[in-house]
């Protein structure tokens, strides 16, 4: 089962620049652990120190955002899961 992870503009420079990366996984938590495993660098960027994933990062599947608590409901072939990293300003 192959799911297509699209990386958001401020997290592809610890992806090699890539913005679209194709895991083998089953569930939204399982798709960024695989990320997570092929770039081990952008993990500071989405857990804090405590290892809770940070508020401003987010998930769209299939361009519906989706909470903590959907994180580990299954994905079908094909999906893509999109991991944005939030940023304010003001």
């Given at each position: 089962?192959?799911?297509n992870v699209r990386?958001?503009?401020?997290?592809?420079?610890?992806?090699?620049?890539?913005?679209?990366?194709?895991?083998?996984?089953?569930?939204?938590?399982?798709?960024?652990?695989?990320?997570?495993?092929?770039?081990?660098?952008?993990?500071?960027?989405?857990?804090?120190?405590?290892?809770?994933?940070?508020?401003?990062?987010?998930?769209?599947?299939?361009?519906?955002?989706?909470?903590?608590?959907?994180?580990?409901?299954?994905?079908?072939?094909?999906?893509?899961?999109?991991?944005?990293?939030?940023?304010?300003?003001?």
């Amino acid at each position: 089962m192959g799911v297509n992870v699209r990386i958001s503009s401020l997290l592809r420079k610890f992806t090699d620049g890539q913005e679209l990366v194709e895991v083998p996984s089953n569930s939204p938590l399982e798709c960024l652990h695989s990320v997570i495993e092929q770039f081990p660098k952008i993990k500071k960027w989405l857990y804090d120190n405590q290892g809770e994933l940070r508020p401003q990062v987010w998930f769209f599947v299939n361009k519906e955002r989706i909470y903590a608590d959907d994180l580990n409901k299954p994905l079908n072939d094909g999906d893509e899961l999109l991991i944005l990293l939030a940023a304010g300003g003001g």
